[in-house]
């Protein structure tokens, strides 16, 4: 008999809060009422923090996609050339999107287990000087990685492009300090470090960036997808676009607030723990890392390898039937779905606690299909890696 | 001192129940947990016996502006003629999502106090027998004015045209019969009649609707904007196209099993009365309907015109710091705002305990400005006219 | 066809605020952990705020009934004589405690729609030089009337007396100053002027009663009617006696909290307006007030005498199932249940609004009922007398 | 830096569910309500299947002691002879009540770490042929140990004697068939198994023990301890008593028919599991059981003995900080607090999942404590426990 699903620990969304809980399900702020539109705007400075910059913030009513197509719709002009890192599925896809709305990607492929290097993307830069948009993606979540975003903004900053970057997933997990390395529009969603509902996305978007939305030949403007409606409407004149997702919005102030009350650099500890250890105590029992490299993996999720044989859909619900475990297989529809599980430690759910009762739970799980692990070692190395 | 608004009765977004507020601030179901597929299909289906459909149904993940301009990215092509009824804010605001997404609009326009008559219509459908779609919307919120729905699709079937509706606000307060009146798209928001938090949308979509998106030059696919994806990935084969606002989609389960469980005939009653009865008291009290006739009066809100030299935001904050009773002005930013109240009627406060509240506190707070009205007069008319 | 009762505008338990209701349905603090002892304790020190003591504050684990008839337990000895003041049911039921655990009581009675006054008391007091406690019930809210707490208090300290108090309804409506009026123990509600759900009561205890408690000749510990336990146990040593009330006790932090907020003054004049409005309401639709002059009625709930004829089981019945507000008749089982009926204007229904509501529904079914009222100029009269 | 404590793993009060905090934080129901009441009566059927009885059932306003006191109060006169198992803390604490309230009290005593034989209870039986009652605590749940009540309730009905048993903590988590066994009264609290807030009590009552309540010489009524009135009052005329803890008994409700919805046998398998498997892990890790024998074992918490030299506060402490993993001492005052610490497994916290990870958890700390454990062979030897 399955028991309740008491360890919600996918790659997104998690398990909320309290605190989040009790914000989404406060009753209805009227989004014309000053309470509102100061939670509003505290909301906003409050990702300044979280992303470390004084450029404007602009929250999307919608999903992390609707944030990144946005950047497309509203950045592009037909012509423009884009170099876009693709080391998995989401970098791919956006190739998609800027080809959709009128760019030429240059791509710059990795494998899916492992993350573009600078020297690479530099050279991509150099051979295509009139690119004017160096696209990012920061973590690919469905394969468990992380690129050095750090470095790698920098790299198309010098080579004179806008930086466009999606960190939707890992932002907050890691450092993102759009002003100091010269980041022009990032994305984050709501559902995964921060740890709320999925509904919402926030982006930082520079000077440089508001200038190209305002200067493409056809500037988006009245549409859901506009992002300059955000600044001429809202940030300058106090009027929505249209009617903002009120009840998320207070649950992702909660989120936010939450976040930066424990603050940027023990979450990032927590996180480095978490990871660390989760991989730790996954190779110790037998089982492999996804990621080609310990430096290569990000720490939202762990990406485990299956092993030769082991149907992951099998595994998963065994973790979830018998442990009230759940995580994520990769995303359906790509190469790599079924070769590898992931257990997220995002939000709430970023605990050492979390990560062992996952571990024993896979370990448990893949023993009764016939899989030997050794359950007590990788119990024992994960404690061994914790701070 | 200002009192808590515990009387929320503006145009929407408005009060939440207690079961939708249970359901939004529950834990998160993970959206591809069997449980959230189900919740999910169940949504559907209800929304069909909401729209007496068996056509489709999409739920878009965002208020219902990002409903209205896909119906217009994912249905029009270059040069298409539409013919666009417009008696306020809504209709005329839809010409400009028809024009730049390639349609040539026909325009059908009235006072911003009154609708289009079947008369006016035809002879404009007469006139452009190459137009290929009608556009029509329901209620125009803003001016609190209401279309003989029913007749106006009847025409626009009769003439060969595609019949989208706009029914935001209003669809579930008064009949909205798809299947019978040959609707091709209606969309409805979560946050008016329904009593959900803003942030979905969902539409009912004909088999002719789904040909024609699929047959324009560029059927939309891979966006947000996409309402094909949500049939080829979601309604065929069971994906998400993006990660659904999962708490929304559960917040709108119960609002619109709570809908149904009462009833559209006792739904239809109470707005009737509701409606029918504020305005009685509007009346007596000595102030005057913003629609020109009772039959144009929409129930959703009551529009109060303004008398000579009421400021209204004044009026709004009286109400509000006094008496806890937050209602609407017209629409920010349109010809009429300042001209008009709107008492609002959906969802929870769809009750004549909160409109005779909202007749006291207007009654008394319009006195305090100086202007005379009979309140005794208003509550007596308003309780003659309940059933 | 009911609907949902969205007004409990009874004489208690009542509406609760989203405050309340947050804290009181947020996970579980365990009792033994530092966050409910700190919250415990900050719950004690804001009701020396409420009542304006230094006294201890000993917060019981039960509805007002078990501090009540623990103060009689832990307080008499076999003999003692206590004068009883009797306008109403809580007086007389007082009685039946004083005598149960081994005092004889002098009784002080008045007819059950008046209040007593200071020179019947003081004949009594001085007829009774042996008496050593006066126990004086402040609101009979079944009767809606209130005492002259100040006066009532002062005179039993002047003839020797400790003062016990019941202020389970009213405390936080008016004053109670525990300190300069010399009161030994007073006890109030959670679920009356503080909103907060029923299960706990609060008490006030001076030195003098701690005193008493310690040196009958059974002094009463390790029982759950033990209000030693709580100073020897608890606030000596830092044990619960037993496990306290978690839930409840949070609910009840976030009720004084919200009341200490808005303040004494504030709440004091809300109070006296709703009363006052109310009262002025009801009698302008021709109806009367139960008690016999209005200083003695309290502000708590508002005492209606049914006109002859009038069934108050269906006037209550009607004001729910057609208006949802739901209002109390009197205690069931007394001399008084049917002759009258009352409108409750606690917590969160101490609002004009509410009350206005209540009277519009009220002058309603009493029409439908066949009883003629004049329900405008109630509302007007209502109007009228708000500040 | 302290981490949130999400794992509530105490010997009671524990982790609330989403349904039971859903219920909790609710808007309040009012007590004379017809929802109430029927909220109640479905309340005290429900608690008939629970306890396998058809025997009444009353559901006492307070934490169990005051239920367990209240039997005491009710049920005995002056100079009954008690039989009174003591194998802990509550048995050695009923001796206070029985001798209290007028009874002299006959001890059956064992050390704390062990439970009453059959032969031991039969032979003070047999000496005591006058004795009327038998007290029995079935958990002794400060030292984790579990009485074999079918057999000891089977001794004292054979020997004439009313059973009285204490199931506080583990009815639910084991049989209790209360009709088959011959109980009189049985109590259990809403905060341990059935993982409701703490505050409410139920018991079945049988004819027997009615007729013992109301042929004392001073039948106790009209008291917050009478349970007779709840009987007479509530039972047989439909009021209240007092106003009913309306918040706390929809969470009791919501509670109790989540056990019920699982079903007996399935809970029963769940402790028995949990159980064995925490005791396994325990041991593999080289640490002792406090319970002398596994048969003397409950399975709603698990009793670790305390090596030589380990504080278990701090040992508590740092499962808390670093783990968010709370777990119990044994009861603060009680001869045994410092030589064991229990990990709770009551209500939603009876899962494999969390014991694996308190498992984790206690022996990361132990060993950071300087005391040598096996964390891994500890888990293995859980694993290997598991259905």
Not at 162 to 181: H, N, P
Not at 268 to 288: C, I, N, P, S
């Amino acid at each position: 008999m399955a028991r309740s699903t008491d360890f919600i620990m996918t790659g997104g969304p998690v398990e909320l809060s309290d605190r989040v809980r009790g914000a989404l399900g406060g009753q209805l702020i009227f989004d014309y009422s000053e309470e509102f539109m100061t939670l509003f705007r505290d909301t906003q400075e409050k990702f300044k923090t979280f992303f470390r910059t004084d450029n404007d913030i602009v929250m999307m009513q919608g999903e992390a996609l609707l944030a990144l197509e946005a950047v497309s719709v509203c950045g592009l002009d037909e012509g423009d050339v884009v170099v876009n890192v693709e080391s998995g599925h989401y970098g791919e896809g956006n190739r998609y999107f800027l080809e959709k709305y009128g760019a030429t990607a240059i791509p710059v492929e990795t494998p899916w287990n492992t993350v573009v290097q600078p020297e690479q993307l530099e050279a991509v830069l150099k051979t295509h000087p009139e690119a004017k948009i160096l696209w990012l993606v920061h973590c690919e979540t469905p394969c468990g990685t992380q690129s050095d975003l750090a470095t790698l903004a920098r790299l198309g900053k010098e080579h004179g492009c806008l930086v466009f970057v999606d960190s939707v997933s890992c932002a907050g997990s890691t450092e993102v300090r759009v002003d100091e390395w010269g980041i022009d529009v990032v994305v984050v969603g709501s559902q995964k470090v921060l740890g709320a509902p999925p509904g919402l996305s926030a982006m930082a978007v520079s000077d440089a960036a508001w200038e190209r939305f305002r200067s493409v030949k056809a500037p988006n403007r009245y549409s859901y997808f506009s992002i300059l409606d955000w600044k001429e409407i809202w940030l300058e004149k106090g009027f929505w676009p249209y009617t903002a997702s009120v009840s998320e919005v207070a649950a992702l102030n909660a989120a936010v607030s939450e976040y930066l009350e424990v603050g940027h650099e023990e979450h990032f500890r927590r996180y480095a723990e978490v990871g660390r250890a989760t991989r730790a105590g996954v190779r110790a029992m037998g089982l492999g890392i996804w990621p080609d490299e310990e430096a290569h993996a990000c720490d939202v999720v762990t990406a485990v390898a299956m092993p030769e044989g082991v149907d992951d859909e099998e595994l998963r619900r065994r973790m979830r039937d018998q442990f009230g475990v759940l995580i994520s297989g990769s995303l359906f529809n790509t190469p790599i779905y079924g070769k590898l599980v992931r257990i997220g430690h995002m939000g709430k759910t970023c605990s050492p606690t979390y990560a062992l009762a996952a571990l024993s739970a896979m370990g448990h799980s893949l023993r009764q299909m016939g899989h030997p692990v050794d359950v007590g070692a990788g119990i024992e190395a994960a404690l061994a890696a914790l701070d």
